[in-house]
């Protein structure tokens, strides 16, 4: 395996358990907390870096199947960063929405979905 993908595969790693930890937590807690915060920024900082490795280092187009699972599960988790910050940054104590709550574990159900599709990818080569 080139070090591209190896680094690509230890990152989008990083991402599941950064992601996992806040989502997790503000599925416990229903409020969000700088922990939160500072767990889902750096999970999709994870995220853009291993896609980027993972496109860099593949031999098969960015636009398979899978790409665009990854593509499109990086945007849902994306977007849920952009709404918490937002939501946080507005309402600092407050509880979270439940139409935020729910979009947060769709787009991390929906992210799983991908990195687990992925993880079937590279062990069935």
Same mark, same amino acid.
């Not at 915060?37 to 291993?50: K, N």
């Not at 991390?108 to 599709?117: D, F, H, R």
């Given at each position: 395996?080139?070090?591209?993908?190896?680094?690509?595969?230890?990152? +989008?790693?990083?991402?599941?358990? /950064?992601?996992?930890?806040?989502?997790?937590?503000?599925?416990?807690?229903?409020?969000? #907390?700088?922990?939160?915060?500072?767990?889902?920024?750096?999970?999709?900082? /994870?995220?853009?870096?291993?896609?980027?490795?993972?496109?860099?280092?593949?031999?098969?187009?960015?636009?398979?199947?899978?790409?665009?699972?990854?593509?499109? #599960?990086?945007?849902?988790?994306? +977007?849920?960063?952009?709404?918490? $910050?937002?939501? $946080?940054?507005?309402?600092?104590?407050?509880?979270?929405?439940?139409?935020?709550?729910?979009?947060?574990?769709?787009?991390?159900? $929906? $992210? +799983?979905?991908?990195?687990?599709?992925?993880?079937?990818? +590279?062990?069935?080569?």
């Amino acid at each position: 395996m080139k070090p591209i993908l190896i680094a690509g595969t230890t990152i +989008v790693n990083l991402a599941l358990i /950064f992601y996992s930890i806040a989502i997790i937590t503000e599925q416990r807690k229903h409020r969000i #907390s700088k922990f939160i915060l500072s767990f889902l920024t750096i999970g999709v900082v /994870f995220d853009i870096t291993a896609t980027i490795c993972m496109i860099i280092g593949s031999t098969s187009s960015p636009f398979s199947p899978h790409g665009i699972l990854g593509y499109s #599960s990086l945007a849902a988790m994306s +977007v849920d960063a952009i709404l918490i $910050w937002r939501f $946080w940054l507005a309402n600092k104590d407050a509880e979270v929405p439940r139409g935020l709550h729910l979009y947060s574990r769709a787009a991390y159900i $929906w $992210w +799983v979905l991908a990195y687990i599709t992925g993880a079937i990818l +590279v062990a069935t080569r």
